[in-house]
């Protein structure tokens, strides 16, 4: 009999969609007819801005929360009929306080956790130790897990995940909250450790610098929507001979905005604030500069700074989520 965990891709989500009610009976897409295949063995980045629907297609292929159509797949289970199958096979690695014992050594969280999975008590006494060593977490094993700094419980998370060797990962956010520093190790340690033995992994993260240096490709959600697929390098492609401006300035409003975006030769703008000070960025072509009227859109507010770069990685992805494009 043909069995379907043999072959064919490790996650695969056919036109998935998930509703939920808000206030008022109003009707939230979460996520809205969404496809995406990952093969065996690859790791890929699900991008998106807070509320693009990340979260949502994860839970999904958690088996925690139900899709309202569509379907999906994991290792050829899927993921509503075959929901136990698909929890063996796939280990999650979340992030934060939540799924630990604080009271309790990351050696003894682990050593429950291989309980609640059914590892027998000698294989545990290997692999405990092991995954231990392979975090780097060996000669801190003993102490409670409230003591531990957040990229310490990050790193016992990603070894809780491993724990019972699971076939697929879904790593969420590894990186939050985390110092650049720790971030960086963090990041090899993924690469190391979660990627190892032709895992496929599935991470989601709200950094493009992130997914670049790990993942193999990358697709990115805005609205519950698939606005772009494809290898970091190929999205970068889509910022070549671009050039952004970026204004620092005060007194910026939505019309301002909707004015800029409507200017002859600009093909996003993107508008941040940090610590109640405005910054746009504004990518156009090469051919035009734009920066005279870009002022002349901006004349009556007060202009701190003006500069021109050549755009980035992140800047590729933030012309994406805040372009016109659906
Ligand atoms: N249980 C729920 N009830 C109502 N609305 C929800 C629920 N869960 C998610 N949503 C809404 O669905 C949309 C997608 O949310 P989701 O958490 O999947 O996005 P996300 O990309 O993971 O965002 P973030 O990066 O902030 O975690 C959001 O608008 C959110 O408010």
Redesign the pocket.
């Known amino acids: 009999m043909h069995d379907p965990a043999m072959a064919g891709p490790a996650i695969a989500i056919e036109a998935l969609a998930r509703t ?3 206030p008022q009976g109003r009707v ?1 897409h ?2 809205d007819g969404l496809s995406l295949t990952v093969e065996r063995g690859e790791m890929v980045g699900l991008l ?12 999904i292929l958690m088996t925690v929360l139900l899709p309202t159509a569509g379907r999906a797949a994991v290792l050829g289970h899927d993921v509503v009929r075959d929901a136990q199958t698909v929890r063996r096979l796939t280990g999650v690695i979340l992030g934060g306080d939540a799924g630990l014992y604080a009271r309790l050594s990351a050696r003894d969280n682990l050593l429950l956790f291989a309980d609640l999975y059914g590892i027998p008590y000698r294989e545990q006494k290997r692999r405990v130790p092991e995954l231990l060593d392979r975090v780097g977490l060996l000669g801190e094993e003993h102490k409670r897990v409230e003591t531990y700094s957040r990229g310490m419980k990050q790193r016992l998370h990603i070894a809780r995940g491993l724990l019972h060797d699971p076939k697929v990962v879904i790593l969420d ?1 590894p990186s939050n909250g985390i110092d650049p520093v720790g971030a960086r190790e963090l990041r090899a340690l993924v690469r190391e450790q979660v990627r190892r033995q032709d895992r496929t992994v599935l991470l ?1 993260t ?1 950094y493009m610098f992130e997914a670049d240096e790990l993942c193999d490709r990358v697709a990115v ?1 805005r609205a ?1 929507r698939k606005i772009a697929e494809g290898t970091p390098a190929a999205l970068k492609k889509e910022t070549d001979g671009q050039v952004v401006l970026n204004v620092q300035v005060d007194g910026v409003t939505e019309e301002h905005v909707a004015r800029l975006r409507a200017l002859p030769g600009i093909r996003s703008v993107n508008l941040t604030e940090h610590d109640s000070r405005q910054s746009l960025d504004v990518h156009s072509g090469q051919e035009r500069d734009v920066t005279a009227d870009v002022l002349a859109e901006l004349r009556e507010l007060t202009v701190r700074q003006v500069l021109k770069r050549e755009p980035t990685l992140e800047d590729a992805y933030v012309a994406l989520i805040s372009g016109d494009r659906a």
């Open positions: 939920f009610r808000g939230k979460a996520v998106g801005p807070n509320g693009a629907g990340k979260t949502s297609t994860v839970k956010e989601t709200h959600l519950g």
